[in-house]
């Protein structure tokens, strides 16, 4: 291939000039692929290309950008057959559900809907935003999202396939078209060969997501138009919060005979973010009965979770002086990095920067500072006792700050609706 601008021949497959540093070839700005610069179709797609303009223009079209990003295809399976003999109104009823189920739990993940595709739906992870946990979030979005359509109706499922790896995205696109390349279609078929209920990964997004999500190995599989088998993972769990955190270390057993409770705080906790309005469950059982596990799924869970949620936890002891508000303090002193030992001076110093860190308004903490410090038995109660602390905490623990904020980097993304 020879360089444009300085004449040098350079091998064939380069981009850039060896010699002069020109760009050699093109991107295409719909599939990425590299073409000469000269070329007036793109070899890959067919897409038109700048035909004749300045190389250097051409490799950096300003609305196409190379990015890592993380694809799910997910597709219904026995969609048909219970089509088959439903009255069309129905059928199209539980095909909108789906769509508004897969946007939803798309959505909740930080993730976008692309594109629906008959009844396959097609989202993406690391546009227009990136965050380095993008394919864990996309792979426990594909397991929450099979899991709530087998919810939908008896004899549905879905299945998934999730690939990471490099792509080429129209910055400035919104949805439909923003993603394109082999990746896309390479994650398609995967899906295709997933069993019903299931989840298949590829190797980089295996690896990005494995210290999270448990994988079993599948193999090489051969894929309809790819030359060469892709190796294959089943993604089977979530064991631990985002990027491994809280993983046990012997193996977790699988979550088993509870999804339906699990499914129910999950819901519970969704219409507390949607209404802004609290709620209680209460669990309770026999020791061993599995309360502290399902506890532990709704943690792993929330954690993978776009939405700004604080998770606080505090234990009530069955006995003693002064523990009426026990756990509280515990949740507190937790949110404030604080430990039962700290002294005074200490509490005093991190329940102000707290507040500063997550309450805006300063008549706001002026109110809840007092009562926080009480709660953490640094100050003596007021007139009206305890009981009259609960109203100055709550704002607290919503972490109100009058307009959106983020503690998790997220900020931007398309939350909920
Ligand atoms: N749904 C489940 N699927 C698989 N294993 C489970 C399930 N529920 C509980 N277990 C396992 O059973 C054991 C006991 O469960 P867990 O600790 O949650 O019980 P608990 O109700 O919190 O008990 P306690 O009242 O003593 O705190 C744990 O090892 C847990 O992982
Ligand atoms: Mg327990």
Redesign the pocket.
Known sequence: MQCATCGTENRTGSRFCDNCGAPLASNCPACGEPNRSDARFCASCGATLAAGAPAAAATQPATAERRLVSVLFTDLVGFTTIAEDRDPEAVRELLSRYFDTATEIVQLHGGTVEKFIGDAVMAVWGTPIAHEDDAERAVRTALVLVDAVAALHPGLQARGGVLTGEVAVTLGATNQGMVAGDLVNTAARLQGVAEAGTVLVGETTRRAAERAIVFEPLGDQSLKGKTSPVPAWRALRVVAQRGGQGRADGLE??????DEELRQLKDVLHAVGRERRPRLVSIT??????????VWELEKYVDGVAETIYWHRGRSPSYGEGIAFWALGEMVRRRARLTEDDDEATTRERITTTLEEYVGDASERERIGPALLTLLGVEEAPAGGRDALFPALAPFLRADRGEGHDRHGLRGHPMGR
Do not use: A, N
């Open positions: 057993p699988p979550f088993v005979g509870r059982g026999p020791g061993g009965i599995g309360k502290s596990r399902l």
